[in-house]
């Protein structure tokens, strides 16, 4: 069967993929709350819990609701919270992304199973997220994040995947831009593609992305946000002046010190980070200090 999309995106813009803040073991709930009070204040879309750089991988079952309800129930109405709901078995990413519904979630971000990532081909993938999507009562995103995963989402699979009426977009964090320029060229009116690093945040964007789900956009939301509004109004030159200022702090935290550099950054820029769960590690004393330094540099933080 052929589906077709409607013509609004269903999402657009930019989305933090928010960390966990942990107290000891525990979530830290109030911290949780700052933080989000203060994103509501951005010109954020919204906001992603449980998914990668919310450590979604060392978190609970339980664990995950909580985050979901607690979200969902302290950030403002009018941006909307994705649940990350991608388990390793088809049964429990179902079984999570209705509880992710039923707690108020507008959206699963799905990301694919991968321990058995020799078996994971297009057949076995095709087969999961057309039964996920098939059971689900909110809109699913895929993600692809081949980095940590392993697998890669090939374009022609997302592409026949995006025909479904209840999958309406995809994260794409593989880099590959030219996957990605096919992903926008061969999917329904209305599937949204997002960039998943502010790496790549432009050129997602001109080759027709709907926006990005990035962890540089914890803490330079505003400035995502700019780079997009710039970039549709046709100012190419600021929006690839805020591109390149977002390259050295997006490396940080991401592919240099991940989610140990992100919660440090946000530690110094006033929002409550915290140690990540073991067995990650905080960041060092030198690399602390590097991490400074580059805040600086890009104008986040004072010398």
Same mark, same amino acid.
């Given at each position: ?7 609004? &995106? ?19 709930? &109030?911290?949780? =709350? ?29 664990? !995950? ?7 969902? &129930? ?10 990350? +709901? ?13 509880? $992710? ?61 995006? =025909? ?14 030219? &996957?990605?320029? *096919? ?46 509004? =710039? ?22 935290? +991401?592919?240099?010190?991940?989610? $140990?550099?992100? !919660? ?20 060092? $004393?030198? *690399?602390?200090? !590097? ?13």
């Amino acid at each position: 069967m052929v589906y077709t999309k409607g013509l609004v &995106q269903m999402f657009r813009g930019v989305f933090a993929p928010i960390p966990t803040p942990f107290s000891g073991e525990a979530i830290d709930v &109030q911290a949780l =709350c700052r933080n989000l009070k203060r994103w509501e204040s951005t010109r954020l879309s919204g906001v992603v819990v449980s998914g990668s750089n919310g450590e979604c991988v060392l978190l609970t079952r339980k664990e !995950k609701e909580t985050l979901i309800d607690l979200v969902r &129930q302290n950030f403002t109405p009018s941006k909307k919270v994705i649940a990350g +709901t991608g388990c390793e078995s088809t049964r429990e990413t179902i079984s999570l992304t209705r509880r $992710a519904a039923a707690l108020g979630a507008d959206a699963a971000l799905v990301l694919n199973p991968s321990y058995y990532k020799n078996a994971m081909t297009s057949h076995a993938l095709r087969a999961h997220f057309l039964a996920v999507a098939d059971a689900s009562p909110i809109p699913v995103l895929l993600y692809n994040m081949p980095a940590n995963t392993g697998v890669n989402m090939p374009a022609d699979l997302v592409c026949e995947l995006a =025909c479904h009426p209840n999958i309406t977009g995809i994260k794409d964090s593989s880099g590959n831009i030219v &996957q990605i320029a *096919e992903i926008v060229a061969n999917t329904p009116t209305g599937f949204s593609v997002f960039a998943g690093s502010g790496s790549f945040f432009l050129a997602t964007l001109a080759v027709g992305g709907a926006g990005g789900t990035m962890a540089v956009a914890n803490i330079m939301a505003d400035e995502c946000a700019s780079l997009q509004e =710039c970039f549709e109004r046709g100012d190419i030159e600021s929006a690839r002046e805020i591109q390149i200022r977002l390259l050295p702090v997006n490396d940080a935290v +991401t592919r240099r010190w991940g989610v $140990a550099g992100l !919660k440090a950054a946000m530690d110094m820029l006033g929002y409550s980070g915290g140690a990540p769960r073991m067995p990650l590690q905080p960041l060092g $004393a030198e *690399e602390s200090k !590097k991490l400074r330094g580059i805040l600086v540099s890009a104008g986040l933080l004072k010398s």
